[in-house]
């Protein structure tokens, strides 16, 4: 499968809107000093979004996202061309050759108060549900290509060409835990093609993929030291941390999540993190409980 790295675009004091553009622009750094060996093609369409492009979005009519798309798109939008379609697969393996990670299997237990014994620091990097976590199933659909679209469209929805196909998505089943593929979902997508595309001719779906995104009910992501709040206050257990509820934006969230999270480790605080660690604080939803029912 393919994924798009892109900002969120809209008013610049949206919190969602200034956490992923810095994490949009914390993934550019790390592309350019861990992306060696994995394609990336620069260039998204994105449709129908009014707000006022930023410097590096350019505001285009169909005609001209045509002229750069290869297709007629339904209306209008931005161009994003520092924005990217890469194999997530192929990131994630460029990653995991850096040579200070090591991957091996191995087995912790929490002794107390919730310290891991035998080891200085655990991260808890999971999608499975737990507290504030809830499950959403997607499935993306693939399909012969239908046009000579040569780069990303997104919008309500999303289609991203690859070497001999689209991807086409994705539903979304909050809650939902199974993931064995649903025609259902394929016609859902299908149905997608007709508002992203002017004039989309029938297709015909070749593969899907199914699989559970982790996601958190201000959509952005949890990273860092785990905490209990208690009485409006916290208490941090030593040693043990967690990165997750990622949701559908992990390719563009995860450098900046685990840039915040090294920080703690290390014990490094710098004025620029303070703000970002309270974003993404892992007791934000229980402190915020506790102060609407006191």
Known sequence: PRGVVKAVNGHPED?????????????QRWWQHYGDGVTAQYGVAEL??????????????????????????????????????????????????????????????MGRPGVPVGYDAVVIATASPGPWITPVRSQLSYIEPLAPLSHA????????????????????????????LCERDNTSNLAKL?????????????????????TTPDRLPIAGAVAVAERRDIRYLPGLYCLTGLGGRGLCSASLCAETLCAQLLGVQPSQQSSLQATLHT??????????DT
Request: charged fraction near 20%; charge should be positive; glycine fraction near 6%.
């Open 48 to 109: 129908g979004n009014a707000a006022a492009p930023a410097p590096y979005e350019l505001a285009y009519s169909i005609s001209q996202l045509q002229a750069q798309i290869g297709v007629a798109p339904r209306r209008g939008g931005l161009w994003l061309p520092s924005a990217a379609n890469i194999s997530p697969r192929a990131w994630c393996a460029a990653l995991l050759r850096h040579r200070r990670i090591r991957l091996r299997i191995a087995h912790f237990q």
């Open 194 to 214: 007709s508002r992203l595309l002017a004039d989309a001719p029938p297709a015909r779906v070749i593969g899907a993929r199914a699989a559970l995104r982790a």
């Open 15 to 27: 919190i969602h809107v200034r956490f992923y553009r810095r994490a949009f622009a914390c993934w």
């Open 283 to 292: 007791a934000r939803f229980a402190l915020k409980k506790l102060w609407r």
């Open 153 to 180: 469209l997104t919008g309500d929805g999303y289609i991203i060409p690859a070497a001999d196909y689209w991807c086409v998505g994705a539903t979304h089943q909050r809650g939902a835990l199974e993931s064995a």
